[in-house]
């Protein structure tokens, strides 16, 4: 059994930031990959950013520049910092974990980021 859970969102004004944070638990050994993803209301979810467990990190043109996806050393909790956020980051951030020797893919609950004047 694996557990992800995911905070750190918020409502913020234009040009602000937040740091999300994933963390994972359970049986888990080892994490292949960790991603975080986002959906606004009324459209399809997309990723946002991942990061491997050889640490190759990657993002969403739409984020390049502004989040940063990041590891505690455990490799257990992931984190998103999120600069000069914007109207259009409004979403639901989720997290989804790949543990190492499986093919499944679980998922937190999400957490609301709203970027509001």
């Known amino acids: 059994q694996v557990q992800v859970v995911e905070s750190g969102g918020g409502r913020v004004q234009p040009g602000g930031f937040l740091r999300l944070s994933c963390v994972a638990s359970?049986?888990?050994?080892?994490?292949?990959?960790m991603n975080w993803y986002r959906q606004a209301p009324e459209k399809e979810r997309e990723w946002v950013a991942g990061?491997?467990?050889?640490?190759?990190?990657n993002y969403a043109d739409s984020v390049k520049g502004r989040f940063t996806i990041s590891r505690d050393n455990a490799e257990t909790t992931v984190y998103l910092q999120m600069n000069n956020l914007e109207p259009e980051d409004t979403a639901v951030y989720s997290c989804?974990?790949?543990?190492?020797?499986?093919?499944?893919?679980?998922w937190g609950q999400g957490t609301q980021v709203t970027v509001s004047s």
């Open positions: 989804n974990v790949l543990p190492g020797g499986s093919r499944q893919f679980y």
């Open positions: 359970g049986s888990i050994s080892s994490i292949n990959a």
């Open positions: 990061i491997s467990s050889r640490g190759a990190i």
